[in-house]
């Protein structure tokens, strides 16, 4: 309903979770749920809010939001579920389609400082990369107007949450 999207590392405390979508919401995000234990975990504070896994925190890793025509030149490999799932269902129709502006979202680890950077801004730059600063972090931020696509690094090239 916000049409956020995040990336969580499923391996917690060395044991790899399987996670699903509970149907339930929380602030107008979805709630998880882990198919080992059935807690509950809010995409919003990045932790279980319910079970026995009450407080244990989700490591984020980067996600890369594109475009499937760019992502599959990139990829040629990969695979997707199919929609012909048996059942009379529209899915190409989003239910919880919002009018929201798309931005690059981008989170320091350990501070929790966190930055927007709206598309429509992005879109007006001339020359990429934008350099910038979240703390004391030095970003590198990349937008890719045909495919849709923003991305953030280190100077180093390492993907930044």
């Known amino acids: 309903m916000t049409g956020s999207g995040v990336g969580y ?3 917690i405390d060395g ?3 399987t996670f699903g979508v509970s149907g339930k919401l929380y602030k107008s995000n979805v709630l998880l749920y882990d198919h080992q234990t059935e807690s509950l975990w809010s ?3 990045r ?4 079970g026995s896994m009450t407080s244990t925190s989700l490591k984020t890793v980067p996600l890369l939001d594109t475009t499937w025509e760019n992502w599959k030149g990139k990829h040629p490999d990969t695979l997707v579920l199919s929609t012909d799932t048996g059942y009379d269902r529209a899915y ?3 239910p919880y389609r919002v ?3 798309r931005v690059l979202g981008v989170q320091t680890g350990g ?4 930055k927007a950077y709206p598309f429509e801004e992005l879109k007006k730059v001339n020359r990429f990369p934008l350099k910038d600063h979240l703390g004391d972090q030095e970003l590198l931020i990349f937008f890719d107007e045909d495919s849709q696509t923003a991305w953030v690094t280190t100077p180093t090239g390492r993907p930044v949450d």
């Open 99 to 101: 009018r929201a502006e």
């Open 15 to 17: 044991q790899r979770y």
């Open 92 to 94: 190409s129709r989003d």
């Open 47 to 50: 932790k279980s809010v319910t």
């Open 43 to 45: 995409q919003l504070v």
């Open 111 to 114: 501070e929790g400082l966190v």
């Open 9 to 11: 590392d499923p391996v």
